[in-house]
């Protein structure tokens, strides 16, 4: 069973919030205290059945006063197998589970039911005196009196051919074998790799525990997980020793006891010139290595699961305490953790630095309304909306210039032509966005203060690229002209690309003019718009300006130029027709921000 999304009512801050859909990699983030852990809590308790809320985590809605009921609810996709072997014939499967303070958690599914509340049961569960009594109440024709399972399976075969209505069943016990398993990382409270490795250890001990190579055995349990997670704990080795050369090895020792749970004691480092070191005496720079190679250790044991159910993985902050590069470094393993099909993981985060990796649709931006929780999801390839989405999220995290600061590769482009329409080009050849792909774009306008920071930044040795009309360098005094570049300290060979005939406009073939002029700017008079048309516009060193006046003279319609940058590159269809300048500056930019 795949968890695809999942709601929530009455848990701490989450009073009733909308779905929360769960992706490959999903985003969750917002301000302190938003409601982030409490979504993953909430989700723990969920797919953790023997688990349940406590008092203080149902809802307060008064003075003194909490809510009755926890609710949560999920839609599930089932495999061929799964619904063979459950028997539900639909691929998804509704879900709820219901806590209150005076009776046990309660979990239902969604289904056709029969109106008379005694049939909305699984009938497994009823005596067979109850059994035959409904049957004979309905006029039901049993075959066989004595044996139940024969009469479960005539009065389910009944019901399927009466009038039902849509209502909700108990689950069968069956189904909670096939639950998603939850492993929750949480890293928010300071920079312990001794805590990260024995979650780690923890989560691969959950799992095989599981497995059905130990079912009945316990008295052999013990020795052989043991002696398996110290071969995973050679493979830790290996990491930190890349991060840390100077690292003989390390002493820790995982403790298995049925009676008290998992166990470990504390990590060591030993050295080639002395004996073992706790690592909480270490600096934080040995920390922060040390983290690194946990997460890259982690990718191997999360991915190498021996068990096939899904595996929702959730890391709380695990950026805390980390420079820009070892978070990137992080993100980029999670990724690869993300990629295992088995997988869905979720990232609890406040850094705009992962924010702006992740596809802005797999983003959940919780935010606080009268001390109780909302949630935004943005459904939108629109650059513009994208944009302002992640203004909103850094202005409501108060991250206004984390951007500026972080990011490690900047494109600078001359108008809102070429910054409405690069991004769109971006993620047709890489499908994701440039924010995904840590590329900053930046509008220059015409402005010298943009100049004046693209300085800065390079100055501080940060990533710095322009993609200008070549008929700038015929302009003296434009403000991105090649000489001022130079006397600033820019190479105009490695990072200036210089794009088109004369414009950025021109750089684009008639081919691809008649396929977006016949799509979005009809003419009045009903023809169609031919190549002839568009080439005719080339013998003039102003491509753009006729273009303008022609588009308005055939549409009777105001056409400006970022509209028309916007409809090009939505009317790309091939990565062929973007032109070669343009794909080399992209290409530069993405190398030079995932180097």
């Not at 992706?23 to 301000?31: E, I, K, N, P, R």
Request: net charge negative.
């Amino acid at each position: 069973m795949k968890l695809l999304k999942y709601r929530v009512e009455g848990f701490r801050c989450l009073k009733n919030i909308e779905w929360i859909p769960l992706s490959d990699l999903a985003v969750f983030t917002g301000q302190n205290d938003g409601g982030k852990t409490s979504a993953l809590d909430i989700l723990q308790i969920f797919l953790e059945r023997r688990q349940k809320p406590e008092e203080n985590d149902y809802t307060l809605i008064a003075e003194n006063a909490l809510c009755e009921k926890i609710i949560i609810e999920g839609v599930f996709e089932l495999s061929r197998e799964e619904k063979e072997e459950l028997g539900h014939n639909k691929d998804k499967i509704f879900i709820k589970a219901k806590y209150s303070t005076t009776q046990n958690s309660k979990y239902s599914y969604k289904t056709m039911v029969h109106p008379d509340q005694r049939l909305r049961r699984d009938l497994n569960t009823v005596s067979i005196d109850e059994l035959k009594t409904l049957a004979d109440e309905f006029g039901i024709s049993l075959s066989n009196r004595r044996t139940k399972s024969t009469i479960v399976r005539e009065m389910e075969d009944w019901l399927n051919d009466q009038e039902l209505e849509e209502g909700f069943l108990e689950l069968p016990s069956k189904y909670f074998d096939n639950f998603p398993l939850v492993k929750i990382f949480r890293s928010s409270r300071t920079l312990n790799p001794t805590s990260e490795v024995n979650q780690t250890l923890n989560a691969s001990f959950s799992t095989r525990i599981q497995t059905e190579r130990y079912s009945g055995r316990l008295s052999d349990i013990q020795d052989e997980i043991e002696k398996e997670m110290k071969n995973d704990l050679k493979d830790f080795e290996e990491k930190v020793r890349e991060y840390c050369p100077d690292v003989a090895g390390i002493e820790i020792d995982p403790i298995i006891d049925f009676s008290r749970g998992f166990r470990t004691s504390t990590l060591k480092l030993k050295k080639e010139d002395g004996l073992p070191v706790d690592l909480e005496k270490e600096g934080e720079g040995r920390k922060r290595k040390i983290t690194l190679a946990v997460y890259e250790w982690r990718e191997k044991i999360l991915t190498e699961s021996g068990d096939d159910r899904q595996s929702i993985v959730a890391f709380d902050e695990p950026d805390t305490h980390l420079d820009y590069l070892s978070q990137r470094k992080i993100l980029d393993i999670i990724k690869r953790i993300s990629g295992n099909e088995k997988n869905s993981v979720i990232v609890c985060t406040h850094s705009l630095n992962l924010i702006d990796r992740i596809p802005i649709t797999d983003i959940v931006h919780f935010r606080r309304e009268d001390e109780k929780t909302a949630i935004e999801i943005l459904q939108t390839d629109d650059p513009e909306l994208i944009d302002m989405f992640l203004y909103e999220i850094s202005d409501c995290m108060g991250l206004k210039n984390s951007i500026m600061l972080n990011e490690r590769c900047f494109l600078i482009v001359e108008g809102d032509t070429e910054f409405l329409s690069l991004p769109i080009i971006f993620k047709k050849t890489k499908d994701f966005s440039l924010q995904s792909g840590g590329i900053r774009l930046l509008n220059g306008w015409g402005c010298g203060g943009v100049r004046s920071l693209a300085r800065f930044l390079n100055n501080n040795r940060r990533n710095v690229l322009f993609l200008l009309d070549t008929d700038t360098q015929n302009a003296p005094n434009a403000i991105f002209h090649p000489n001022k570049l130079r006397e600033e300290g820019f190479n105009i060979e490695t990072q200036v690309f210089f794009v088109g005939k004369n414009e950025y406009e021109d750089s684009f073939s008639n081919e691809l003019y008649v396929r977006a002029a016949n799509s979005n700017w009809r003419k009045i008079d009903g023809t169609e718009w031919s190549e002839q048309e568009f080439s005719a516009l080339r013998a003039s060193d102003d491509f753009s300006g006729r273009l303008l006046t022609l588009l308005r003279q055939e549409t009777h319609t105001h056409i400006c130029k970022p509209d028309v940058g916007r409809i090009l590159a939505k009317s790309i269809a091939e990565p062929s027709e973007i032109p070669q300048t343009i794909m080399r500056c992209l290409d530069q930019a993405y190398a030079l921000a995932n180097s």
